[in-house]
C-alpha cells in the first residue's frame, strides 16, 4: 500500500499571492533605486543595412544625457551567445533586423533619454533583405551572415520511407505555414543595474536564467563572472522570452558608461522587435498509409525561419524534428529540417520549443487521413497512437511515458461524445475536433541538464529553499515546497523560497523545458535527505547521543529518553557557533546509453515524454468565417500532480495561448513595411475569447520523477490549434492550411463542399 | 501646475506637467507601483486599471490634469497594508487566478467595478468585464471562477 502523501497532491496556496493581489509585489520597473537614470535604446529602421557612419557628439552634449554607448565602446566581447555568440550587444557595421540594439543612450529622466535618441546620427547604407526561410536557402539570396544561411540542418531516416511510399495504399501531401508569434509576457523586458564602487555590477532581472545572464554580462563587459551579481526579482511571465540576455547586456553596458544605476524598461514594441518569437515555419509533410488507416511511413521537410540571430533555434530545430511524428508509431521516418536566418526579429524559445509547428502540421495530416478514407478521425489516431514498449522514431523508448495513452484516447472519445450533442446557434455551424500532443522534458542528450538546490533550516523554525532556477509566474515556487515539504514530513506553509541571488544560490540552470518540477523536485528531495542527516548528527552532538539513536521525525529529532529536539533549536545551536543547518543537492536528467541513442547532434533525443490530447468544439460562421470556440477538453498525463490548481493553470494558460496560435495572433510585416508590434494589432486571446476550459488530469506516476511527477510547462499549447483547426473541418469542410485562422483565410480556402450544403 | 485629488481616500496635490499620464503620476510621483505598464502607455492591456471616481480606466490613457478634483482608487487602496484582503482578493488568491500576477491588481479593480454595479453577475457579464485585462499565464478560467467566489462572499457580507 503507498502510503499517504501530506502535502503533495493538494492545491496548497501560492505564498506570492498576497503580495500580488496587493499590488506590493515588486517587478523590475517597479524597484525603488536613488538616483537612478534611465537608458534608452536607438534601433534599426531597416531589415538589412550597413552602418557608414554613427555620429554621437550632438547627443553626448545634450543636457541630461550622461552617457552613449556604441559597439565601439564596449569593452568586452562584442557578441553574445544562447547557444552561439552570433548576436551583438549593440550592431557592428551592420543592422540584420529592424529593431536591433544600434546605440545605447543615458539620461537622467527616462523622456530626457528618449528624446536624446533623435540626436544621434546615423547614415545607413539599405542592402537586400530576405524574409522568408525558404527564400533564404535559394542560390543568390542576401547573406544574413557571412557563413551563409543555414544555420542548422537535421536529416534523419529511420525505416525504409521509400518502401513505405511504394507500398502504400493512399499517399497524402501538403504544405502547412504557421506564422510568427510572440510570448506575449504581460510584463515587457526590463533590467535595472547598479555599477557598484568596487568595480562590479548588480543587475536585477526578469529573467529565466540569470546564471546565464551573469555569464553574457561579464563576457561583454570584459569582467570576470564573479564581479556580476544577478538578483532575480518578481517575473511577469516569460514563455520563452525571458530565455534571452538582450536587455540584461544592454543595462550592463549603461550601468557600466554611466558609473551609477540604470534602468531599461522595454517599451512593448521593443519587446516585438528584439526578443524571441516563436519559429514561424514551412512544413511539407508527405504521408503513406494503408486504407484500414495505418500509418506506414512519412516524409518531411520542413523550414523554420531563424530571424537574424541563432537564440536557441538549433535546441528549437531539434525538438521540432523529434515533434514531426507527433504521438504516433510510425515505422519508416525520413524528416529534414532547415533552420535558415533571414532578416526577421530573431526567433528563439517559446512554449514548446518547435513543438506547436510540428503538431500542426502532423494532426492536420491525421485528420486529412481520416477524411480521405472516411474514418473516424479518432479512431485512426487509436489505430496508430504509440503504445508502452513502442520507440519514438529516435530510437528512444517510450515505456513509461506512453503508458497513459488508451486513457487519453478513452477520455477524448467521452468528451467529442459529450460536445458533439450540442447543436449550433443560428447561422452557425458546430464541429469538433481533436488532437494528441507529446512534449519531451529537458534539454535533451549530450547537454548538462541538471539543477541544484539547497535547503536550509533556520533558528526559527522554517526551512528556506535557496532555489536557482526562477519561478516565472507558473509557481514553481509552491511546487518546490510542497515538495519539499513532503520530504521532510513538514507542513508546506514552514517552507518558503528564497529570492534567487547568484551570489547565495547555487545554479539551478534555465527554467525551461518543462523540466524545473522534475529536476529541482529531485534535487529537493535529496537535499532533504541530506539535511535530516545532518540534523541527526547536530542534534547528537547536542544531546551526547550517538546518531544511530535517533530519529527525525517531522521537524523534530525523537532522543531515545523520549524527549524531542526541534529542528529549529538544533539550528539555533549550530548557529551559535558559526555554522549552517543546510544541505544541498544536484538532480540531473538521466541519458543511459542503453536508453538514448548516441548517433544524434547535441541536444537529442529527449529521453522523458509527456502526453495528452485536446477536443475542441467551434461554431463557425459561414457567411463571415468567423470562428468561436465555445469548449476546450484537455486530457493531460503530467505524472503526479504536486498542486492540481497550479497544473490546471499551466493548462488553461497553455490552451489559451494555443488559441491564440490557431486564431488571432500573427506578427506579420504591414503594407507600410512595418512589422507588426504592438496589442492594438498583435491579438491576444481576451476573457471573451477562450472559453471554459475542462482539464482532466491523468497522473500515471513516473517513477523517476519526485513522488512521480514529470512536468506540465509547455504540454498544454501544442494540440490545441491543430484541434480547432480540426473543428473547423469538422463544421464547415475547410481544410486549413495555414494559421492563423482568420476569417479571410476560411473563406477563401479551397476544400470541401460550400458549408451551407455540407451534410451532418 | 497643481493637481489635486484624492489617491485611495487621500488628498494628494501634485506639482506636475498636466500633460503627464496618470500612469506615470501614481507611480514616479505617488510610489504606488501595483498600476502597471504593458502594452507601452496605448491602452491596449488595462494592466494599468484603476478606477475614477469608482469606474475603470486605463491609467495610461488618462492625464493627470483630467483627474483634478476627482477620486482615484489604486490596488494599494482596497485593502490596509498588512491587514485583512478584500473579498476579491482573497478569491483571486484562493482561485489560484493569480499566476505572473502582472495584471493581477488591474484585474482585481476591473472585478471590483462590476461587482459594485452588479452584484450577482452572469459568466458572460464576468468575461465582459475582465475582456480589457489582457492575461497570457491563466487562461481567465480562474480568474473568472474568482470573480464569481468573490460576488457570492459579498452577498453573503451584505
Redesign the interface.
Known amino acids: 500500500m503507498k502510503p499517504e502523501l501530506g502535502t503533495v497532491g493538494r492545491s496548497e496556496p501560492r505564498k506570492d499571492a498576497r503580495e500580488k493581489v496587493t499590488g506590493a509585489a515588486r517587478y523590475v520597473a517597479d524597484l525603488e533605486a536613488e538616483g537612478a537614470l534611465w537608458a534608452a535604446v536607438l534601433r534599426s529602421p531597416h531589415h538589412s543595412a550597413r552602418i557608414v557612419s554613427l555620429g554621437t557628439e550632438r547627443a553626448r552634449r545634450a543636457p541630461e544625457v550622461v552617457a552613449v554607448v556604441t559597439s565601439a565602446d564596449v569593452p568586452g566581447q562584442k557578441r553574445y551567445a544562447a547557444i552561439l555568440a552570433d548576436q551583438p550587444a549593440l550592431a557592428v557595421d551592420v543592422v540584420r533586423h529592424k529593431g536591433e540594439p544600434v546605440a545605447l543612450l543615458v539620461a537622467r529622466t527616462r523622456e530626457a533619454a528618449r528624446s536624446a535618441l533623435g540626436l544621434l546620427e546615423v547614415e545607413y547604407q539599405e542592402l537586400p533583405a530576405v524574409l522568408d526561410p525558404v527564400a533564404a536557402l535559394e542560390p543568390g539570396a542576401p547573406p544574413v551572415h557571412e557563413n551563409g544561411n543555414l544555420l542548422t540542418r537535421y536529416q534523419f531516416t529511420t525505416g525504409d520511407p521509400d518502401a513505405a511510399f511504394a507500398g502504400a495504399e493512399v499517399v497524402l501531401e501538403e504544405t502547412f505555414r504557421v506564422q510568427r508569434v510572440a510570448p506575449g509576457a504581460l510584463e515587457p523586458e526590463a533590467c535595472l543595474a547598479r555599477w557598484e564602487g568596487d568595480g562590479s555590477l548588480t543587475l536585477w532581472v526578469s529573467s529565466q536564467k540569470p546564471f546565464e545572464d551573469r555569464r553574457n554580462v561579464a563576457a561583454v563587459l570584459g569582467l570576470p563572472e564573479e564581479r556580476v551579481r544577478i538578483v532575480s526579482a518578481v517575473v511577469g511571465g516569460a514563455f520563452g522570452g525571458k530565455e534571452d540576455s538582450g536587455v540584461a547586456v544592454l543595462a550592463g553596458l549603461a550601468a557600466w558608461a554611466a558609473r551609477g544605476t540604470v534602468r531599461v524598461v522595454n517599451d512593448r514594441w521593443e519587446s516585438f522587435l528584439a526578443h524571441p518569437k516563436r519559429h514561424p515555419a514551412v512544413v511539407r509533410y508527405r504521408l503513406a498509409a494503408l486504407r484500414d488507416g495505418t500509418i506506414l511511413g512519412v516524409d518531411v521537410l520542413g523550414h523554420l525561419d531563424k530571424g537574424a540571430y541563432a537564440s536557441y533555434g538549433p535546441a528549437v530545430a531539434g525538438i521540432f524534428t523529434e515533434s514531426l511524428t507527433g504521438a504516433y508509431r510510425i515505422p519508416a521516418v525520413r524528416v529534414d529540417t532547415r533552420l535558415a536566418y533571414t532578416h526577421a526579429p530573431f526567433s528563439g524559445a517559446m512554449r514548446g520549443f518547435g513543438g506547436p509547428q510540428a503538431h500542426f502540421a502532423v494532426e492536420s495530416m491525421v485528420d486529412m487521413l481520416a477524411a480521405r478514407l472516411e474514418l473516424d478521425p479518432l479512431e485512426v489516431r487509436r489505430r496508430n497512437a504509440v503504445r508502452p514498449g513502442d520507440r519514438h522514431y529516435t530510437g528512444v523508448p517510450l515505456d513509461s511515458s506512453a503508458r497513459s495513452m488508451e486513457r487519453i484516447l478513452a477520455e477524448l472519445e467521452r468528451a467529442r461524445k459529450r460536445l458533439r450533442l450540442r447543436e449550433a446557434g443560428p447561422g452557425r455551424r458546430a464541429g469538433v475536433g481533436v488532437s494528441l500532443a507529446v512534449q519531451s522534458m529537458g534539454l535533451g542528450a549530450h547537454v548538462p541538464d541538471d539543477s541544484t538546490a539547497r535547503l536550509e533550516w533556520l533558528p526559527d523554525g522554517r526551512v528556506v529553499i535557496l532555489a536557482g532556477s526562477p519561478d516565472l509566474g507558473q509557481g514553481l515556487a509552491v511546487a518546490t515546497e510542497q515538495l519539499a515539504a513532503e520530504a521532510l514530513g513538514l507542513p508546506a506553509a514552514r517552507v518558503f523560497t528564497a529570492p534567487l541571488d547568484t551570489r547565495r544560490s547555487p545554479d539551478g540552470g534555465v527554467t525551461c523545458a518543462s523540466r524545473m518540477t522534475y529536476l529541482t523536485g529531485n534535487a529537493l528531495r535529496a537535499a532533504a535527505a541530506r539535511l535530516e542527516a545532518r540534523l541527526l548528527e547536530g542534534a547528537a552532538e547536542l544531546a551526547g547521543r550517538e546518531v544511530a539513536e535517533l530519529r527525525y521525525q517531522a521537524g523534530e529529532v525523537l532522543l531515545p529518553d523520549g524527549r524531542r529536539l526541534a529542528a529549529g533549536a538544533v539550528a539555533s545551536r549550530l548557529a551559535e557557533r558559526g555554522a549552517r543547518l543546510a544541505a544541498e543537492a544536484v538532480a540531473s536528467f538521466a541519458y543511459p546509453p542503453e536508453r538514448t541513442p548516441q548517433e544524434y547532434p547535441v541536444g537529442i533525443p529527449h529521453v522523458l515524454h509527456v502526453f495528452c490530447g485536446q477536443v475542441a468544439r467551434v461554431e463557425v460562421d459561414p457567411e463571415l468565417g468567423t470562428v468561436e470556440v465555445t469548449d476546450v477538453v484537455a486530457v493531460h498525463d503530467v505524472g503526479k500532480a504536486v498542486n492540481p490548481a497550479a497544473v490546471e493553470g499551466q493548462i488553461e494558460g497553455g490552451v489559451a495561448q494555443g488559441l491564440g496560435y490557431a486564431l488571432s495572433e500573427d506578427m506579420p510585416l504591414k503594407a507600410s513595411g512595418e512589422w507588426v508590434d504592438g496589442f492594438a494589432e498583435y491579438l491576444l486571446p481576451t476573457a471573451r475569447d477562450v472559453p471554459r476550459i475542462e482539464c482532466v488530469l491523468l497522473e500515471e506516476a513516473e517513477a523517476s520523477g519526485p513522488w512521480g511527477a514529470k512536468g506540465v510547462g509547455e504540454m498544454g499549447v501544442a494540440p490545441t490549434a491543430p484541434a480547432v483547426a480540426n473543428a473547423i473541418f469538422d463544421a464547415v469542410g475547410v481544410r486549413l492550411t495555414r494559421l492563423p485562422a482568420s476569417p479571410e483565410a476560411i473563406l477563401s480556402s479551397p476544400g470541401g463542399p460550400p458549408p451551407g450544403e455540407r451534410p451532418r | 501646475m497643481t493637481v489635486s485629488f484624492a489617491v485611495n481616500g487621500r488628498e494628494v496635490q501634485i506639482a506636475c506637467d498636466p500633460g503627464r499620464t496618470l500612469l506615470e503620476v501614481l507611480?514616479e510621483e505617488l510610489?504606488?507601483?501595483?498600476?502597471?505598464?504593458?502594452?507601452?502607455?496605448?491602452g491596449?492591456?488595462g494592466?494599468c486599471t484603476v478606477l475614477l471616481d469608482g469606474e475603470p480606466v486605463n491609467a495610461c490613457l488618462v492625464l493627470v490634469g483630467q483627474v483634478e478634483g476627482r477620486r482615484v482608487e489604486?490596488?494599494?487602496g482596497?485593502?490596509p497594508?498588512g491587514g485583512e484582503?478584500h473579498p476579491i482578493?482573497r478569491a483571486?488568491?484562493?482561485a489560484?487566478a493569480?499566476?505572473?500576477?502582472?495584471?493581477?491588481?488591474g484585474a482585481?479593480l476591473a472585478a471590483r467595478a462590476l461587482l459594485s454595479r452588479e452584484p450577482d453577475p452572469s459568466e458572460e457579464q464576468?468575461?465582459?468585464a475582465?475582456?480589457?485585462?489582457?492575461?497570457?499565464?491563466?487562461?481567465?478560467?480562474?480568474?473568472?471562477d474568482a470573480v464569481r467566489r468573490a460576488a457570492r462572499e459579498l452577498g453573503r457580507e451584505a
Not at chain 2, 132 to 141: D, I, K, M, S, W
Open positions: 507611480r510610489s504606488l507601483t501595483g498600476a502597471k505598464d504593458g502594452c507601452g502607455g496605448e491596449e492591456c494592466a489604486t490596488i494599494e482596497l485593502a497594508p484582503l482578493q483571486f488568491v484562493e489560484g493569480v499566476q505572473c500576477g502582472y495584471c493581477t491588481p482585481v464576468i468575461r465582459e475582465l475582456a480589457g485585462n489582457l492575461c497570457r499565464c491563466t487562461g481567465y478560467a480562474k480568474m473568472v
